[in-house]
């Protein structure tokens, strides 16, 4: 089919390339024409894995194109997924002012077509915004009827970064939310080639199966790290304890792993807009005001278990190693990297840091730390080490040899112990002593 996508971050570049790979001819619209340049160049204009041998493959035979142009791009195919950012404003509530200019362009161009044409909204979008926002600015800009002229559906995307490409053509679901047949056999046989579950909802309730997942997941993680907090004073491993907890499949082993909290561009904005929700109706949220108060609380608290081990950080040369959320990414949105920087900042630490891939994301939201391109370099020139995102690169690092180092202190079990013997290594989780 014709797929036309608007907004290619993560969420509606791999969308796109995940299409084309499943035979479907795509137009990526984007509003940064440099993003659409390097796109044509078969570039992501972000790092994700595997991702860019694919889109050069269809870049290459044709299948996806780029453009600037909404309304021509609509025009021109049969399906268009909305796909712009939802960020969160201030207050912790969705802003949806790019889903909905997307949305008024979207109506403008199907205003003069005659032949069925189904939008999709992929975007998170809080519950209630496809029916009660983006369907009526579709109607008053199109002037055609739903059901009849145009569908509209919300499919949500459930990708992870870093596994991108693998999680759009291998999802455990499909969740098609839409109110008519006809927009549902379009869309089951648009994604009938990837063999996976379809669950057909309302487009509420496609919205609402997102945030539930997402906060979900967030609780697990929060969930770990509060009995992993408990696990360190009692004097047993958090991990041997998820372990068994994770063998009861009524649990799963998934997301139980503890460390020094959550960040990327999901759990933590779907969650508070979740809260935001909530607040709105007059609902209380202790178990989600609980996941986010243990989120703030990790790096702190591995900060302040540095300090029991090796004392005041005033004054000494700390590294921080990993920038990113997690691996194989370069991105540092709500990255838990951040809040420990600051707070080694304000105790007066000397702050070094390094990542494979996102260094020169992170030099843009802070300038006041140094930042070196070799962790071997960090490490020599150290006191103390803190590792915050699991990269292999740091693994290979000759930890053996670094005996001047007052302590490494590890959010994210990001060594072997067995490499760290001659040192004062703590990994969170486990009693300080060990
Ligand atoms: C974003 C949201 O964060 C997520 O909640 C939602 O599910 C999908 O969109 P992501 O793809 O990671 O996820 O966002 P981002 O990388 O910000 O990409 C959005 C793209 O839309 C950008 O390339 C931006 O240039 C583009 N955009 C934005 C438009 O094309 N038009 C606009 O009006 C606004
Ligand atoms: C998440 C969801 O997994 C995905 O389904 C949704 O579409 C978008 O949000 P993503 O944010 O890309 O994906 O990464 P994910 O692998 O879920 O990790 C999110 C954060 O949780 C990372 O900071 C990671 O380090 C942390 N995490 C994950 C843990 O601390 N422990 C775990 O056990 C798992």
């Known amino acids: 089919m014709k797929v036309s996508i608007i907004g290619t971050g993560y969420v509606g570049l791999t969308t796109g ?57 609509v025009m021109d195919t049969e399906i268009t997924f909305i796909s712009v950012g939802t960020p969160s404003r201030e207050d912790g509530s969705m802003n949806d002012e790019y889903i909905l200019s997307a949305s008024n362009d979207i109506g403008k161009a199907l205003a003069s077509k005659d032949s069925f044409h189904v939008v999709v909204m992929k975007s998170t979008v809080v519950p209630g915004t496809t029916t009660g926002k983006i369907k009526p600015t579709l109607v008053a800009s199109s002037n055609k009827q739903v059901g009849i002229d145009i569908g509209i559906a919300m499919c949500p995307e459930f990708l992870r ?12 679901r499909v969740v098609i939310g839409c109110e008519d047949d006809g927009t ?14 379809v669950l057909r909802t309302s487009p509420t309730s496609a919205e609402m199966i997102k945030y539930a997942s997402n906060s979900l997941l967030a609780t697990k993680i929060s969930y770990a790290n509060e009995i992993s907090r408990i696990c360190e004073a009692v004097g047993v491993d958090v991990y041997e304890i998820m372990e068994g907890v994770g063998m009861d499949f009524r649990i799963s082993p998934q997301f139980l792993r503890a460390g020094v909290g959550f ?24 178990i989600l ?32 190693l990993g920038l990113a959320f997690k691996p194989d990414t370069d991105d540092i949105r709500e990255t838990r990297s951040l809040p420990l920087i600051q707070e080694l900042l304000r105790k007066g630490a ?3 840091a390094n990542d494979p891939k996102a260094m020169d994301n992170f030099r843009e ?12 370099a960090i490490v020599d020139g150290s006191d103390v080490i803190f590792l915050m995102t699991e990269w292999p690169e740091y693994r290979s690092i000759d930890w053996g040899s670094k005996e001047h180092l007052k302590g490494v202190f590890d959010g994210r079990r990001t060594v072997d112990p067995g490499q760290m013997k001659n040192l004062k290594y703590w990994s969170m989780g486990k009693p300080l002593a060990q």
């Open 17 to 73: 390339v995940a299409l084309a790979e499943l035979g479907n001819d795509i137009i990526l619209v984007d509003v940064i024409p440099e993003k659409l340049r390097s796109i044509q160049g078969g570039q992501a204009p972000f790092y994700e894995p595997g991702v860019n041998e694919l889109l050069s493959k269809h870049v290459g035979n044709g299948r996806i194109r780029t453009s600037l142009d909404t309304q021509a791009s």
């Open 161 to 172: 970064e870093g596994a991108a490409m693998h999680d759009s053509l291998n999802p455990d």
């Open 184 to 197: 549902f056999d379009i869309l089951s046989g648009l994604f009938e080639p990837l063999g996976s579950k």
């Open 263 to 286: 960040g990327g561009s999901c759990f933590p904005k779907d969650v508070s807009a979740l809260m935001h929700i909530a607040k709105d109706l007059d609902l209380k949220t202790p």
């Open 289 to 320: 005001d609980g996941v986010m108060e243990n989120n703030r609380i990790q790096p702190r608290h591995l900060v302040s278990m540095a300090e029991r081990s090796v004392g005041p950080l005033e004054g000494l040369r700390i590294g921080v």
């Open 350 to 352: 000397l702050v070094c």
């Open 365 to 376: 939201i802070m300038q006041d730390i140094d930042y070196m391109e070799d962790p071997n």
